[in-house]
């Protein structure tokens, strides 16, 4: 079992960065593709990014590329979010996700999730 635990949200300004945090506990999860998703209210889970177990490749959701960066410490059990340039549409409570090595951008395909930390954006 892996237990996720996300941080680093708030209420933030249009413009401004924010990093999140997502802490793994339970077993290591070097061997685990991690992704972020997000959910706004009335809105299905959609795909934010995701990185491969090595770290060696990244992906992300069009609405995001080139302002979000996901990147992880294996030696920190912990996986990152670096948003900038947020938006108010970017406002959502945002999740972190664990499967087996490759990335993948559906939600079902994800074993193992955290609570989620609420990212609001103000215009």
């Known amino acids: 079992q892996v237990q996720l635990v996300e941080s680093g949200g708030g209420l933030v300004q249009s413009g401004v960065s924010l990093r999140l945090s997502c802490a793994a506990s339970?077993?290591?999860?070097?061997?685990?593709?991690m992704g972020w998703f997000r959910q706004a209210p009335g809105k299905e889970r959609e795909f934010v990014a995701a990185?491969?177990?090595?770290?060696?490749?990244?992906y992300y959701a069009d609405s995001v590329k080139g302002r979000f960066t996901i990147s992880r410490d294996n030696a920190k059990n912990t996986v990152y979010l670096q948003m900038n340039s947020l938006k108010p549409e970017d406002t959502a409570v945002y999740y972190c996700?664990?499967?087996?090595?490759?990335?993948?951008?559906?939600?079902?395909?994800?074993?193992?999730w955290g609570r989620g930390t609420q990212v609001t954006v103000s215009s």
């Open positions: 996700a664990a499967r087996p090595f490759s990335i993948a951008t559906m939600p079902d395909e994800y074993n193992y």
């Open positions: 339970g077993r290591t999860i070097s061997g685990y593709a």
């Open positions: 990185i491969r177990w090595t770290g060696s490749s990244t």
